[in-house]
C-alpha cells in the first residue's frame, strides 16, 4: 500500500440521490475528496469509475480509477456516510499498464472484499504476447483481485473472456466486454454478470448473463 505525496488536495465531485426508491427522481448533492496527493503519483480525477460499497455501519468505502491513462491505477476511499466527505485509504494500485478500469468491489458471506476490472490488454494470443490493440478480441476481457481487508489486493488473474455461450449452443464473440457488475440473488451470492458489450461498430448493448446454468 504505497503512501501519499505530502501534498495533498481537495477535490470535489458531485452524487446523486434518490428518496423515492430506485427509479428516481435523483437529486445532485455535491461533496469532496479531502486528501487527493498533488505531485508524485499521477492521480487524475477526471474519469474515476466509482465502485462504492455500503459498509454495516453505515459508511461507504469506495474504489475509485484514478489514472485516465495508461489505463492503471486504482484506489480506495472511505466517508462515514455517503455524503462524504472521502478519505483516501491507499495511494495507487498499479497492477500493470494500460490493463484495467471499470473496478466493481463487493464482499462474500464470509467477509472476503473482491473486485471485478476491465482487462483492456490480455488477449487469449499464442505464446501469450500481447495484442498491441486496447480491445482483446479474443481475449481475456474480465479480471479478478480478492483481499482480506478491503485495502491489499492480490494480483488480477483472469475472470472471463470476450466469447460468450447463448442458449441455442452457438457462442458469440464480443468485441468489446467491459464494465462489470454483478446481481446478486436473494441468498447475497452474485448470480449473473452484466457487461456493456459491442458486437460490431457502433453496435452497443448491456448483456447480463448467468453465473450458474443446469448441468
Known amino acids: 500500500m504505497q503512501k501519499h505525496a505530502e501534498a495533498e488536495a ?4 458531485t452524487l446523486h440521490f434518490s428518496v423515492d426508491g430506485p427509479t428516481g427522481p435523483f437529486h445532485p448533492y455535491d461533496t469532496n475528496f479531502t486528501n487527493v496527493p498533488l505531485n508524485s503519483t499521477g492521480f487524475s480525477m477526471q474519469n474515476w469509475n466509482p465502485a ?21 491505477g486504482e484506489s480506495v476511499a472511505h466517508a462515514s456516510t455517503w455524503r ?6 491507499t495511494g495507487n494500485l498499479d497492477y500493470c499498464e494500460k490493463c484495467e478500469e471499470d473496478p466493481f468491489m463487493w464482499t462474500d458471506k464470509r467477509g472476503n472484499w473482491h473486485v471485478l ?25 474480465g479480471g479478478h483481485a480478492f483481499s482480506r481487508d478491503g485495502l ?23 468485441v468489446r ?9 436473494p441468498g447475497g ?12 461498430k457502433g453496435r452497443t448493448y448491456t448483456l447480463v448473463v ?3 446454468t443446469n448441468a
Open 117 to 141: 476490472y476491465h482487462r483492456m490488454f490480455d488477449p487469449i494470443g499464442v505464446g501469450g504476447e500481447r495484442d498491441p490493440s486496447p480491445i482483446p478480441t479474443p481475449g481475456w476481457s
Open 210 to 212: 448467468p453465473l450458474k
Open 189 to 200: 451470492d452474485p448470480e449473473f454478470l452484466s457487461n456493456g458489450v459491442e458486437v460490431a
Open 10 to 13: 481537495v477535490t470535489p465531485f
Open 152 to 174: 491489499n489486493f492480490s494480483t488480477i488473474t483472469r475472470a472471463y473472456s470476450t466469447y460468450v455461450a447463448l442458449h441455442n449452443g452457438t457462442t458469440v464473440n464480443m
Open 52 to 72: 462504492p460499497h455500503l459498509m454495516p455501519d453505515g459508511s461507504v468505502r469506495v474504489m475509485v480509477h484514478t489514472l485516465t491513462a495508461p489505463w492503471a
Open 84 to 89: 462524504g466527505p472521502y478519505t483516501f485509504l
Open 177 to 185: 466486454r467491459e464494465r462489470p457488475k454483478l446481481v446478486f440473488g
